[in-house]
């Protein structure tokens, strides 16, 4: 039974509503509209909402399908069975939205678990369900036979509840012998009705005259509404009240208070008695909003405001006066009141800003346009009339244009974003009213970025210091560069400049990593072969165009101890450091009985050679130097002495890790007579190697010669030009080769001692944290400056 009445209700609902239904989908929530027609049934259905959302029915109850709309909730309910919408109750399309040109009913449906919101918008069709209907059911007029034909009598239009097409669309009068209707079309005021004298009265013939005005709207069959006039012939009142002005013009200020009297009109009757007392009254063709106004005083005729004026709304009303005789047949006389409003500055300029770029770039040229700014004031003359300004402290300024009441904000000095990238500019609108009123917006214009900044290295130059024998491919030193523009502007990429140059070959075994700017050596690099070196990094931003800077890099190899101490001094003829010496038994103690000599190619302590005796078959008969290697007896020999001994000299330099090499000495005790023989023999061969020692001598001494002539010239050429281009302050002389050793020898009572250490210029210090084998020369160019001065 409940099913047969649900489809009969269906089937009923879709006929009398012609539902439309459309969708539109968004994301997670979607709009659906359908159209009804009011004072459908309770239980009509309006639409499935699940069908038409795609919506799962078996999951509405569960999911607590509903509709939360707070104003028209009770208008509709949704089936959570099976999701259809139905009409709740009885809907009056004029009770809901009065005489709106479209009536339209916002839903809003959720489903739970998850959270969804749906809109269905219902739109509520008119339907011809009023009649016209006059405030009067019947209406009596009061005319002396006098009247003139052609006489006009306005009517109280008639009302009809519907909008649109289903209004009153026209009158029609019953068929009588003395009236004819006009009809006056007032618009928005609808249709007034008129009744036209065609013929004079004869009250003896007849006293009363009874007419039906019909009023009927648009419909489809039209609907009417009627009322009865009853038209009473009186004796002749033959003068009509007459308006002391031809003209009523008054002005009235705006926010007048209620109560203010805008004018009295003054109308006057010739005849007596009652016929001569004259009533004041509203037009019938007055609007609901005139009433609503004002208001007239019946006897005196003053119009009094009676509600708020608003210039900015209305700016002129023109009222219809109506001044009536209270004669039997009164007389009336209408006479219009325009009514000039008054604008005073109660309106503050009101800021649009029609164009805006927010951000600008930086090298913008002074003039460009950053917004269009609109300004609007409702009130007119000078209350209306708009000045615009802003503070000083910003690059820009606004500039007039062609158009009324339009500016241009535009750029008034260079900008420069690493200074300042947002400004907050406050656009001050102020009238010219008494008093002024003003009102200001703040946009905000962010300064974009261009590629107008060179990347600057951290330091320039750069001086680093690597130990030698590094790691192969590993990181040694890393430079860094910063950009004060941001994004891709400040993205920085490094490379090393290689220009070819033969003097700058090691650049060709770096390698630097281009975001990072860390720098890869990819060989060890070795102290005794190379000291110092100098090359060049190049850092480009990634902006268009690109822009770059570069920086000097200083490199000084720090010396480890890497090299074992050689042996010069014994060397047998296999090249083994074995030796043989000859010694006469009958020596005194303190007989030299060989001195060994070795080299370290290290510089300072790691080159700064020891020797100790590391095997001897007899420590009380010969003794060793520490520091210049001579082996000397330390007694006399005797009988019972072997007749060889083996001395093992243990060669160590002073590094953290000490390197070491030995050498073998094996000394023969015998006779005077095979001394001295032996001894020629080793006197002509150390001749011959005497000779060859002075001839390297002499060549090495003439190359040493040469070298410091030119060291000379050259200084001296350096400051005759008085240059003062230095790279650096450190050792890059020849000097600072760090493979010549020099002695010290000093005595302490009858000892000798020698210390053997690297070879240092006179004034050179040793920098503290350098390993104690870098070299600083003093700065001479301050000496010479204080020199020549």
Same mark, same amino acid.
């Given at each position: 039974?409940?099913?047969?009445?649900?489809?009969?209700?269906?089937?009923?609902?879709?006929?009398?509503?012609?539902?439309?239904?459309?969708?539109?989908?968004?994301?997670?929530? &979607?709009?659906?509209?359908?159209?009804?027609?009011?004072?459908?049934?309770?239980?009509?259905?309006?639409?499935?909402?699940?069908?038409?959302?795609?919506?799962?029915?078996?999951?509405?109850? *569960?999911?607590?399908?509903?509709?939360?709309?707070?104003?028209?909730?009770? $208008?509709? +309910?949704?089936?959570?069975?099976?999701?259809?919408?139905?009409?709740?109750?009885?809907?009056?399309?004029?009770?809901?939205?009065?005489?709106?040109?479209?009536?339209?009913?916002?839903?809003?449906?959720?489903?739970?678990?998850?959270?969804?919101?749906?809109?269905?918008?219902?739109?509520?069709?008119?339907?011809? /369900? +009023?009649?016209?209907?006059?405030?009067?059911?019947?209406?009596?007029?009061?005319?002396?036979?006098?009247?003139?034909?052609?006489?006009?009598?306005?009517?109280?239009?008639? !009302?009809?509840?519907?909008?649109?097409?289903?209004?009153?669309?026209?009158?029609? $009068?019953?068929? @009588?012998?003395?009236?004819?209707?006009?009809?006056?079309?007032?618009?928005?005021?609808?249709?007034?009705?008129?009744?036209?004298?065609?013929?004079?009265?004869?009250?003896?013939?007849?006293?009363?005259?009874?007419?039906?005005?019909?009023?009927? /709207?648009?419909?489809? %069959?039209?609907?009417?509404?009627?009322?009865?006039?009853?038209?009473?012939?009186?004796?002749?009142? /033959?003068?009509? %009240?007459?308006?002391?002005?031809?003209?009523?013009?008054?002005?009235?200020?705006?926010?007048?208070?209620?109560?203010?009297?805008?004018?009295?009109?003054?109308?006057?009757?010739?005849?007596?008695?009652?016929?001569?007392?004259?009533?004041?009254?509203?037009?019938?063709?007055?609007?609901?909003?005139?009433?609503?106004?004002?208001?007239?005083?019946?006897?005196?005729?003053?119009?009094?405001?009676?509600?708020?004026?608003?210039?900015?709304?209305?700016?002129?009303?023109?009222?219809?006066?109506?001044?009536?005789?209270?004669?039997?047949?009164?007389?009336?006389?209408?006479?219009?009141?325009?009514?000039?409003?008054?604008?005073?500055?109660?309106?503050?300029?009101?800021?649009?800003?029609?164009?805006?770029?927010?951000?600008?770039?930086?090298?913008?040229?002074?003039?460009?346009?950053?917004?269009?700014?609109?300004?609007?004031?409702?009130? #007119?003359?000078?209350?209306?009339?708009?000045?615009?300004?802003?503070?000083?402290?910003?690059?820009?300024?606004?500039?007039?244009?062609?158009?009324?009441?339009?500016? #241009?904000?535009?750029?008034?000095?260079?900008?420069?974003?690493?200074?300042?990238?947002?400004?907050?500019?406050?656009?001050?609108?102020?009238?010219?009213?008494?008093?002024?009123?003003?009102?200001?917006?703040?946009?905000?214009?962010?300064?974009?970025?261009?590629?107008?900044?060179?990347?600057?290295?951290?330091?320039?130059?750069?001086?680093?210091?690597?130990?030698?024998?590094?790691?192969?491919?590993?990181?040694?030193?890393?430079?860094? &560069?910063? *950009? !004060?523009?941001?994004?891709?502007?400040?993205? =920085?990429?490094?490379? =090393?400049? !290689?220009?070819?140059?033969?003097?700058?070959?090691?650049?060709?075994?770096?390698?630097?990593?281009?975001?990072?700017?860390? =720098?890869?050596?990819?060989?060890?690099?070795?102290?005794?072969?190379?000291?110092?070196?100098?090359?060049?990094?190049?850092? #480009? *931003?990634?902006?268009?165009?690109?822009?770059?800077?570069?920086?000097?890099?200083?490199?000084?190899?720090?010396?480890?101890?890497?090299?074992?101490?050689?042996?010069?001094?014994?060397?047998?003829?296999?090249?083994?450091?074995?030796?043989?010496?000859?010694?006469?038994?009958?020596?005194?103690?303190?007989?030299?009985?060989?001195?060994?000599?070795?080299?370290? &190619?290290? =510089?300072?302590?790691?080159?700064?050679?020891?020797?100790?005796?590391?095997?001897?078959?007899?420590?009380?008969?010969?003794?060793?130097?520490?520091?210049?290697?001579?082996?000397?007896?330390?007694?006399?020999?005797?009988?019972?002495?072997?007749?060889?001994?083996?001395?093992?000299?243990?060669?160590?330099?002073?590094?953290?890790?000490?390197?070491?090499?030995?050498?073998?000495?094996?000394?023969?005790?015998?006779?005077?007579?095979?001394?001295?023989?032996?001894?020629?023999?080793?006197?002509?061969?150390?001749?011959?190697?005497? @000779?060859?020692?002075?001839?390297?001598?002499?060549?090495?001494?003439?190359?040493?010669?040469?070298?410091?002539?030119?060291?000379?010239?050259?200084?001296?050429?350096?400051?005759?030009?008085?240059?003062?281009?230095?790279?650096?302050?450190?050792?890059?002389?020849?000097?600072? /080769?760090?493979? $010549?050793?020099?002695?010290?020898?000093?005595?302490?009572?009858?000892?000798?001692?020698?210390?053997?250490?690297?070879?240092?210029?006179?004034?050179?210090?040793?920098? %503290?944290?350098?390993?104690?084998?870098?070299?600083?020369?003093?700065?001479?160019?301050?000496?010479?400056?204080?020199?020549?001065?």
């Amino acid at each position: 039974m409940e099913q047969r009445r649900y489809e009969r209700r269906k089937g009923r609902g879709y006929l009398v509503g012609c539902v439309v239904a459309v969708l539109l989908w968004s994301g997670a929530s &979607a709009q659906i509209r359908y159209s009804i027609s009011e004072e459908v049934n309770e239980g009509t259905v309006v639409g499935n909402v699940a069908n038409d959302l795609g919506l799962d029915k078996s999951t509405l109850r *569960d999911r607590k399908y509903r509709i939360v709309s707070s104003n028209a909730d009770h $208008l509709f +309910h949704v089936n959570q069975n099976d999701g259809v919408l139905y009409v709740s109750r009885n809907i009056d399309r004029e009770e809901v939205c009065a005489q709106s040109s479209k009536c339209l009913i916002n839903l809003k449906t959720v489903l739970e678990n998850p959270l969804e919101v749906h809109y269905v918008v219902v739109e509520v069709l008119d339907i011809n /369900d +009023h009649s016209p209907s006059f405030p009067e059911k019947e209406k009596h007029l009061e005319i002396s036979e006098s009247v003139l034909p052609g006489a006009r009598f306005q009517l109280k239009p008639s !009302r009809d509840l519907d909008s649109g097409h289903f209004s009153v669309q026209q009158y029609k $009068l019953s068929h @009588n012998d003395y009236f004819r209707l006009e009809v006056r079309d007032k618009g928005k005021d609808g249709k007034i009705p008129i009744l036209v004298l065609q013929k004079s009265l004869d009250r003896e013939a007849a006293r009363s005259n009874s007419l039906e005005l019909t009023a009927l /709207d648009g419909g489809k %069959p039209p609907k009417n509404g009627s009322m009865n006039i009853v038209v009473n012939v009186l004796d002749v009142n /033959d003068n009509t %009240p007459v308006f002391s002005k031809d003209i009523y013009s008054v002005t009235l200020s705006e926010n007048a208070p209620i109560g203010t009297t805008v004018v009295q009109v003054n109308a006057t009757d010739l005849d007596e008695g009652q016929n001569g007392e004259v009533y004041y009254s509203f037009g019938n063709s007055v609007s609901n909003t005139l009433f609503k106004l004002f208001d007239i005083n019946t006897s005196t005729g003053e119009i009094i405001v009676k509600a708020l004026i608003d210039y900015e709304e209305k700016d002129k009303y023109e009222i219809e006066i109506e001044a009536s005789d209270k004669g039997l047949a009164p007389l009336t006389t209408e006479k219009s009141v325009i009514i000039q409003i008054v604008d005073i500055n109660d309106n503050a300029p009101e800021i649009e800003v029609t164009s805006f770029s927010n951000s600008i770039p930086e090298d913008s040229r002074t003039g460009t346009t950053v917004a269009l700014i609109s300004v609007h004031d409702l009130d #007119s003359g000078l209350n209306g009339k708009v000045i615009c300004s802003i503070g000083e402290d910003v690059p820009f300024a606004l500039s007039p244009s062609l158009q009324d009441k339009m500016y #241009s904000l535009v750029t008034k000095s260079p900008l420069d974003r690493e200074r300042r990238s947002k400004y907050d500019v406050t656009i001050i609108a102020k009238d010219a009213g008494q008093p002024s009123l003003s009102s200001a917006k703040t946009i905000s214009v962010v300064v974009s970025d261009v590629n107008d900044n060179r990347p600057e290295f951290s330091l320039s130059p750069y001086t680093f210091y690597v130990t030698e024998a590094n790691e192969p491919g590993a990181s040694v030193f890393s430079v860094k &560069a910063f *950009d !004060r523009d941001e994004t891709e502007n400040a993205l =920085i990429s490094y490379h =090393i400049l !290689r220009d070819g140059n033969k003097d700058n070959k090691v650049t060709s075994f770096l390698n630097i990593n281009t975001e990072s700017g860390d =720098i890869l050596a990819l060989k060890s690099f070795d102290f005794e072969t190379l000291k110092t070196f100098q090359f060049q990094v190049v850092a #480009s *931003d990634s902006g268009t165009p690109s822009l770059s800077s570069n920086v000097t890099v200083n490199v000084f190899i720090l010396d480890q101890n890497d090299n074992a101490p050689v042996i010069l001094y014994p060397v047998s003829s296999n090249g083994s450091a074995e030796g043989v010496e000859e010694v006469p038994r009958n020596v005194n103690a303190g007989h030299l009985v060989t001195k060994v000599r070795a080299y370290d &190619a290290d =510089i300072g302590y790691n080159g700064w050679l020891l020797f100790s005796l590391q095997e001897v078959t007899d420590h009380s008969l010969f003794g060793l130097d520490r520091y210049t290697g001579q082996i000397r007896t330390l007694r006399s020999f005797t009988e019972t002495d072997e007749a060889e001994h083996k001395l093992v000299i243990l060669v160590k330099d002073n590094g953290n890790v000490s390197l070491s090499a030995t050498a073998t000495v094996v000394v023969k005790v015998v006779e005077p007579k095979e001394a001295f023989a032996a001894s020629d023999v080793k006197s002509a061969t150390k001749d011959e190697e005497d @000779n060859n020692v002075i001839f390297y001598l002499m060549i090495t001494l003439g190359s040493v010669s040469t070298l410091f002539l030119i060291s000379i010239i050259v200084l001296i050429a350096m400051q005759c030009s008085k240059s003062t281009d230095y790279t650096s302050k450190y050792l890059q002389e020849t000097n600072y /080769d760090g493979t $010549l050793c020099h002695s010290i020898q000093y005595r302490s009572g009858e000892k000798r001692y020698m210390l053997v250490g690297p070879r240092m210029s006179i004034g050179s210090t040793i920098v %503290p944290g350098s390993h104690a084998n870098t070299l600083v020369l003093p700065d001479r160019r301050h000496t010479s400056g204080e020199a020549i001065a």
